[in-house]
């Protein structure tokens, strides 16, 4: 059994696709960035605590699997926006250029406490956006609950020119990735 200790309707629809069972359980973790960290390590130290804050059945037995995605633009980490106009302005800025998206990964053993942490990282370059194309966008897609203000899975071939790495990391979940690490975890 799995535990996903997230929220995200996006992680839970990709999970899915790994056809194997899994349940939704709450984390009490509060995403923090150090400064001095670089962002694999603050997608990685994100995703440990938010695995280990989850809040497991007693006795579970199965991986816990904590996440957590941000966006590294300009030497900053640009995480969920606090407003439509700062959502709006996050594209402005990214509009026409690149940036990284970090997804931190850990699974958890929650019976003994053994975790494995890891991450991915994907390039993503932005169309020139208008102002018009921004506003179709959030039609579509609220903005405030997803890193960037952005989600790949809304885009209408408006807004990204290219990806390089996994796309479903952009979304939230490096499938990958957290194919390798269950078949490492044995």
């Excluded at 194309?133 to 897609?141: A, E, N, Q, T, V």
């Excluded at 890193?147 to 996994?166: K, T, V």
């Amino acid at each position: 059994m799995l535990y996903l200790a997230s929220r995200s309707p996006r992680r839970r629809i990709l999970l899915k696709r790994l056809r194997r069972s899994f349940r939704i359980v709450p984390s009490s973790h509060r995403e923090t960035i150090r400064r001095r960290a670089t962002p694999a390590r603050n997608a990685m130290r994100n995703a440990i605590g938010k695995a280990r804050k989850a809040r497991v059945p007693a006795r579970a037995q199965g991986l816990v699997i904590g996440a957590d995605t941000f966006l590294y633009f300009r030497g900053r980490v640009i995480g969920k926006p606090r407003t439509m106009a700062h959502a709006r302005r996050l594209l402005r800025a990214l509009s026409g250029r690149s940036h990284w998206v970090y997804t931190g990964l850990c699974l958890l053993d929650p019976a003994t406490g053994r975790f494995r942490a890891s991450y991915a990282r994907s390039r993503v370059t932005f169309k020139p956006l208008s102002d018009v194309s921004i506003r179709r966008l959030f039609s579509r897609s609220s903005p405030l609950d997803k890193a960037g203000g952005y989600a790949l899975q809304a885009d209408r071939g408006e807004l990204i020119e290219r990806i390089e790495g996994s796309r479903t990391n952009v979304i939230g979940l490096p499938l990958e990735l957290l194919r390798r690490e269950l078949a490492r975890w044995k």
